[in-house]
C-alpha cells in the first residue's frame, strides 16, 4: 500500500544521502581552513577559493573562514589559533558534501546515520552526538542548514554554542 506521509521522508533521507556526494566544500575537520577546497580546486572559483582561506571574523582563540559555493549554500568552517577546523557549518539551498566537510569524522557520521535508517527513523533532522563527533542537520529542498564539531578539537575557553550561533 502506498502511503502518501511516507515518501516524503524517504524523498528527503534519499536526497541527503545523494547530496553528501554532490557539490565541494572548503572546510574539513582536523585540517588546516580552506584544504578540502584547494583539493577541489577545479570545481571551485577562485572567488571562492580565495574567500575560503581568508578570515572573516578572529579572536584570539579561534577564526572564522565563510565560503559560498557555487549552489548558493554558504559553509563557515572555524579554526584554532593553530589551525585546526574544529567545527563547520552550513547553511542554504544545497546540502554541502558531507564527507568533504567531517574528513577523517565521515565514518562515525555515516555508520551512526545508518544505524538511525536502520532503527526506522526516517527524515526529520539528523543529529549525531558521539565523543568525538557532534552533527545537527536538517531542512529541506532549497533550506538545508546545520554544523558538526569535533568536541576533543575545541579550543580551551570557548563555548561551542555561543560559536555555532
Not at 24 to 32: D, E, I, V
Not at 74 to 89: H, L
Amino acid at each position: 500500500m502506498n502511503v502518501p506521509h511516507q515518501s516524503t521522508p524517504i524523498r528527503l533521507l534519499l536526497g541527503l544521502l545523494l547530496a553528501v556526494c554532490a557539490g565541494a566544500a572548503s572546510a574539513t575537520l582536523g585540517l588546516s581552513p580552506g584544504v578540502a577546497g584547494a583539493a577541489s580546486a577545479s570545481s571551485a572559483p577562485p572567488a571562492a577559493r580565495m574567500q575560503a582561506v581568508t578570515p572573516t571574523d578572529s579572536n584570539s582563540l579561534y577564526t572564522q573562514h565563510e565560503v559560498q559555493l557555487e549552489s548558493g549554500t554558504v559553509v563557515r568552517e572555524f579554526a584554532t589559533a593553530d589551525g585546526v577546523v574544529f567545527a563547520v557549518s552550513w547553511q542554504g539551498p544545497v546540502l554541502p558534501d558531507l564527507s568533504a566537510l567531517l574528513g577523517g569524522y565521515f565514518n562515525t557520521f555515516k555508520l551512526e546515520a545508518d544505524r538511525v535508517r536502520l532503527s526506522g527513523r526516517r527524515g526529520g533532522p539528523l543529529s549525531v552526538q558521539q565523543a568525538d563527533l557532534v552533527v545537527q542537520s536538517g531542512g529541506r529542498m532549497r533550506h538545508f542548514f546545520g554544523h558538526a564539531y569535533a568536541p576533543s578539537l575545541i579550543p580551551a575557553g570557548v563555548n561551542i554554542k555561543d560559536v555555532l550561533q
